[in-house]
């Protein structure tokens, strides 16, 4: 009797949980969709912030910006009866920054570095040639071809656990993670590709 009600708690939680999680999703879901509909026009000497300003007059959202953002950028554009998270996005992928528009907390993110986690298949933590290889792979990646390592971004690599984390600017994601698709990719059996 006792391992019998043990079960049906234990089910009865796994349930409750779901469902909190089930209707977290609905309301996020819910919530995204009914999203305003923003229009917006924009001369040539605009801020990026005076541009979200006027976007968001009226609504309840605030905006969030990261590191490396510039919001006294100076911007143009037209944005006519556009979905919110869209209006923002055509403001701000021109630049090279990631927007997040969170409905539930009425927040927009806006972020110039973004940060991506792979798992590249076990390399003996003694191939100091591999490592070596890639983190000088992902410095030139993330930093560009100079020594001044102007553009921001990090690095972190754990050999011992096969794991590497990147920050960098949005338009560097895109070459960072076609590069370490194939190394993440890889079965324990196969041969890293030469760079």
């Known amino acids: 009797v ?20 089930d209707q ?24 990026l912030a005076e541009a979200l300003a006027l976007l968001l007059t009226d609504l309840p959202y ?3 910006y990261g ?10 554009t037209y944005i006519a009866h556009q979905r919110l998270d869209r209006a923002v996005a055509t403001l701000v992928h021109p630049l090279g920054y990631a ?10 993110h806006i972020d110039a570095l973004v940060t991506r986690h792979w798992t590249v298949p076990p390399h003996p933590v003694t191939d100091t040639q591999f490592w070596t290889r890639l983190r000088d792979t992902l ?17 972190v690599a754990h050999p011992e656990a096969g794991e590497v984390t990147v920050s960098a600017r949005v338009p560097r ?6 590069h370490m698709r194939p190394l993440a990719a890889l079965t324990a059996d196969e041969e890293v590709p030469a760079w």
């Open 99 to 108: 927007v997040t528009v969170e409905p539930t907390s009425r927040e927009i």
């Open 24 to 47: 977290a999703t609905e309301a996020y879901t819910d919530a995204r969709r009914h999203l305003p509909v923003v229009s917006l026009t924009t001369g040539e000497q605009t801020t």
């Open 67 to 76: 590191p490396y953002v510039e919001p006294t950028t100076v911007l143009a």
């Open 139 to 155: 410095q030139v990646l993330v930093h560009g071809e100079s020594d001044t390592r102007g553009e921001p971004g990090t690095i």
């Open 173 to 178: 994601m895109a070459l960072i993670e076609a």
């Open 2 to 21: 006792r391992h019998t009600w043990e079960t049906l708690s234990a089910e009865r939680t796994a349930r409750e949980q779901q469902a909190a999680v």
């Open 62 to 64: 605030t905006v969030v």
